[in-house]
């Protein structure tokens, strides 16, 4: 059975700071694995996907690595501005269906 | 011009009841998934279907019965409410089930009080 596993739970940072979230997951049998932002009351915003076949993905200041045979992610978010403050999940497609097994989550806080 | 959009917001009910929450989705898409949000936030899958027809079912109670009249709309309907069903219930839609690069899109969430 997956298990996705995200540490830190929570982190708060000054603004200007990188910020390294971490996601691993225990099945390295995956189709893809994506990245989302959830803001309070909010649904979730999907950020980056990583095929399995891919070692990373890039979208303005977000990079997320995958590190398949580790069971590894890692997002990166340059120069933290206020408005990155959110709860950043990472989720993993099972290679059947489009299944999606989330982390718990990282609460990030940047601080003006 | 919402992609996925659900109702009621909010829904506050007392135990026993019967409720249903709706979602439609004006993406065009195929395939349509109900998540559940527990109080220590961990999102779990527990329905999809594509085009009408149900794909994935994960051990939800048979109280929760999904209807799809149609592929843009899934609604949930939660029989005898209990305590434990309190929680943010998320809709979402993606186009094709079998492309790696397929992401789906989440509604803003409903979420169920049971007192």
């Known amino acids: 059975k997956q298990e996705v596993t995200q540490i830190p739970a929570a982190l708060s940072v000054p603004e200007g700071e990188n910020l390294v979230l971490n996601c691993s997951f225990t099945?390295?049998?995956?189709?893809?694995l994506q990245w989302f932002r959830q803001d309070p009351g909010k649904g979730l915003t999907s950020l980056l996907l990583i095929q399995s076949s891919q070692r990373e993905q890039t979208s303005g200041r977000l990079n997320a690595s995958l590190d398949k045979s580790s069971g590894r992610s890692t997002l990166y978010i340059a120069a933290s501005q206020p408005g990155d403050s959110a709860t950043y999940l990472c989720?993993?497609?099972?290679?059947?269906?489009?299944?999606?097994?989330f982390g718990g989550g990282t609460r990030v806080l940047v601080k003006p | 011009d919402t992609a996925v959009s659900q109702t009621p917001k909010y829904l506050v009910t007392q135990m026993g009841n019967d409720k249903s929450i709706k979602c439609e989705q004006n993406?065009?898409?195929?395939?349509m998934y109900w998540y559940k949000q527990d109080s220590k936030k961990f999102l779990k899958i527990m329905f999809s279907y594509n085009n009408k027809e149900l794909i994935i079912n994960e051990t939800v109670p048979n109280r929760f019965s999904p209807k799809s009249p149609d592929k843009a709309h899934l609604n949930l309907h939660i029989n005898s409410l209990e305590l434990g069903d309190s929680a943010v219930y998320f809709c979402?839609?993606?186009?094709?089930?079998?492309?790696?690069?397929?992401?789906?899109?989440f509604g803003p969430g409903t979420r169920l009080t049971v007192l």
């Open positions: 989720a993993v497609e099972e290679a059947a269906g489009n299944k999606l097994t």
């Open positions: 993406l065009g898409h195929d395939t």
């Open positions: 979402a839609s993606s186009q094709d089930t079998s492309a790696s690069t397929d992401t789906q899109y």
């Open positions: 099945d390295s049998a995956i189709y893809n």
